[in-house]
């Protein structure tokens, strides 16, 4: 039989492994409007990414996307302040400051 506190040392670890990559986007600074570049829109799996963009007055920004969301920029100069705010009303669980993700990935620019 395992003892308890074992368990909760390896699940207290599995933890840390995989929360490690989230927290820097965590700490990341909120983002208050799009003017200074893209942001990460995260939706939900089962949802469409790309209607939920379009339906916030926005595009998507580079080849692709992933199965949890995509980077978007506002389509119109007007949208800039109001474009994170309109991607939550639009069914987005979280909008990330893209500059910040693309520079954990390596990217400069």
Known sequence: ????????????????????????????????????????????PWGDALQVVADA???????????????????TADLTADFPAALRASGAWAVLNGRVVAALCGWTG
């Open 57 to 75: 007055g926005g595009r998507p920004v580079g080849p692709g996307q992933s199965w949890l969301g995509l980077l978007a920029t506002p389509e």
């Open 1 to 44: 039989m395992i003892d308890g506190r074992l368990s909760l040392a390896w699940g207290m670890a599995a933890g840390l492994v995989l929360a490690g990559p989230l927290l820097p986007l965590l700490a990341a600074p909120p983002v208050r409007g799009a003017g200074d570049g893209p942001v990460l829109v995260l939706t939900p």
